[in-house]
């Protein structure tokens, strides 16, 4: 059974749409994570969400907008991609506050604009 | 804020041999986490090992172990007798160990990329 799950693995679109990124953990959870990572491979936190709430906004653009309908998904829309939307999204999770749990990754998803 | 950085992007070692990587990071704070993640070209992010700051003992996970230099932020990773399968993109990740909201977050380093030569 897949801990963290994103869907789609890969996303091709064109430039100036809007999409949606899914991710769900069955580990029981409290926290979920969007992490980007750049061509360079260079991974840098965007959000954090704990029991549906966001608790790190790391300066991204407002055109991304992740949502939490309960602790087990964090979603992530993207309204009017831009060229420099193209990397790799990962999603994670960890049980926080408390001793602490390493962050469980999704596989991540590829996202590529044209 | 916290920094990460890993001085090599690429090592090579042969099979079987030995290879250390390297990671510094600065910070202000007594008690933290350190963490090595492993992204083989499936593109999947897989913990290898991890050391919290107050443990003087060094971590180490059968093949891989590291040393823990608290004093010159220092956090090396050393793979004994590596395989083919050690093949990937290695990070090196800062955590906070401030028991509240807002310092969860992972800092990563650039990574190491890490080839097997048979």
């Known amino acids: 059974d897949t801990a963290v799950s994103q869907t789609p693995k890969y996303l091709v679109t064109q430039m100036g749409n809007d999409k949606s990124i899914k991710c769900e953990q069955n580990?029981?959870?409290?926290?979920m994570y969007w992490y980007k990572q750049d061509s360079k491979k260079f991974l840098k936190i965007m959000f954090s969400?704990?029991?549906?709430?966001?608790?790190i906004n790391e300066t991204v653009p407002n055109r991304f907008s992740p949502k939490s309908p309960d602790k087990a998904h964090l979603n992530l829309h993207i309204n009017s991609l831009e060229l420099g939307d193209s990397a790799v999204y990962f999603c994670?999770?960890?049980?926080?506050?408390?001793?602490?749990?390493?962050?469980?990754f999704g596989d991540g998803t590829r996202l590529s604009i044209l | 804020a916290q920094t990460v950085t890993q001085s090599q992007p690429e090592m090579s070692v042969q099979e079987a041999e030995t290879v250390t990587l390297s990671c510094t990071y600065d910070?202000?704070?007594?008690?933290?986490?350190l963490f090595w993640y492993k992204q083989p070209p499936s593109r999947q992010m897989i913990l290898v090992i991890r050391?919290?700051?107050?443990?003087?003992q060094n971590a180490t996970e059968n093949r891989f172990s590291v040393n823990f230099q608290k004093a010159a932020k220092s956090f090396s990773l050393k793979i004994s007798d590596s395989q083919l399968g050690d093949a990937a993109m290695y990070f090196c990740?800062?955590?906070?160990?401030?028991?509240?909201?807002?310092?969860?977050?992972?800092?990563f380093g650039t990574g190491t990329r890490l080839t097997i030569i048979p």
């Open positions: 969400y704990n029991n549906k709430e966001l608790i």
């Open positions: 580990l029981g959870h409290d926290t």
């Open positions: 990740a800062y955590r906070s160990a401030r028991n509240n909201f807002g310092n969860e977050k992972l800092t």
């Open positions: 994670a999770s960890s049980q926080e506050p408390g001793d602490y749990q390493p962050q469980h």
């Open positions: 050391q919290e700051a107050y443990k003087q």
């Open positions: 910070t202000s704070e007594s008690d933290y986490y």
